[in-house]
């Protein structure tokens, strides 16, 4: 499977959940990219071959009304959801994901 790219909404306890789980994890504060613009946390992710992590749906807009290219994009809807419910999510589908799977999942 692909690292994964956590953007900066997501909760670090999250990211550490993930690795926990045995998933290679990169956040955009071990990256050095906090506050970096959504095309660009989108365009680092591509350059990497990561898989996006997200609780902000500008990114489904952002991909969908461009068309712009992904390593594939996992949108977790955060409310009402508690660390670890987004990490059993995510972990969930990551285990039933092809490795070529280059699409936006909803969590």
């Known amino acids: 499977m692909r690292?994964?790219?956590?953007d900066e909404s997501i909760w670090i306890p999250v990211a550490d959940g993930l690795r926990r789980r045995g998933w290679t994890v990169h956040t955009a504060r071990d990256e050095g990219r906090l506050g970096d613009p959504d095309?660009?946390?989108?365009?680092y992710a591509v350059e990497k071959d990561w898989?996006?992590?997200t609780f902000d749906d500008d990114f489904l807009s952002l991909v969908e009304g461009t068309g712009l290219e992904h390593a594939g994009i996992i949108y977790v809807q955060q409310a009402g959801r508690d660390i670890g419910d987004v990490v059993k999510?995510?972990?969930a589908?990551?285990?039933?994901r092809s490795r070529d799977d280059r699409s936006i999942h909803y969590c």
């Open 39 to 43: 095309r660009e946390h989108l365009s």
């Open 51 to 53: 898989i996006l992590v």
């Open 3 to 6: 690292p994964l790219y956590c």
């Open 93 to 96: 589908h990551l285990e039933s």
């Open 89 to 91: 999510a995510v972990d």
